[in-house]
């Protein structure tokens, strides 16, 4: 099992940064990766981005790019998600997730049925 706990959701205006954080605990997972997902009300959870353990490397939905880096602390089990130039419609739900498995490339994990645990997400709201 593995848990995932977020934070660092919050009310900003547009324009502001927010960073998130992602604490991993139970089973190691070092050699797998680690998503960011969002969903906001009345919508369906979309991709906005993920991180290899092992390597770093990343991916970015095509919305976020050039605004929000992820990046992992190994030693803490820890991942974040730094969030600049945030929008009103970055408003939504932001979800953490783990997958237990490696052996594809970045862009495989792009996709939410792919991940094998979820947190119980954090509310961002950017305001106008």
């Known amino acids: 099992q593995v848990q995932l706990v977020e934070s660092g959701g919050g009310l900003v205006q547009a324009g502001g940064s927010l960073r998130l954080s992602c604490v991993a605990s139970?089973?190691?997972?070092?050699?797998?990766?680690m998503g960011w997902f969002r969903q906001a009300p009345g919508k369906e959870r979309d991709f906005v981005a993920a991180?290899?353990?092992?390597?770093?490397?990343?991916y970015f939905a095509d919305s976020v790019k050039g605004r929000f880096t992820i990046s992992r602390d190994n030693a803490k089990n820890t991942v974040y998600l730094q969030m600049n130039s945030l929008k009103p419609e970055d408003t939504a739900v932001y979800y953490c997730a783990a997958r237990t498995s490696a052996g594809y490339s970045i862009n495989y994990y792009s996709r939410g049925n792919r991940y094998d645990y979820w947190g119980q997400g954090t509310q961002v709201t950017v305001s106008s």
């Open positions: 139970g089973r190691t997972i070092s050699s797998a990766a």
């Open positions: 991180i290899s353990w092992s390597d770093g490397s990343t």
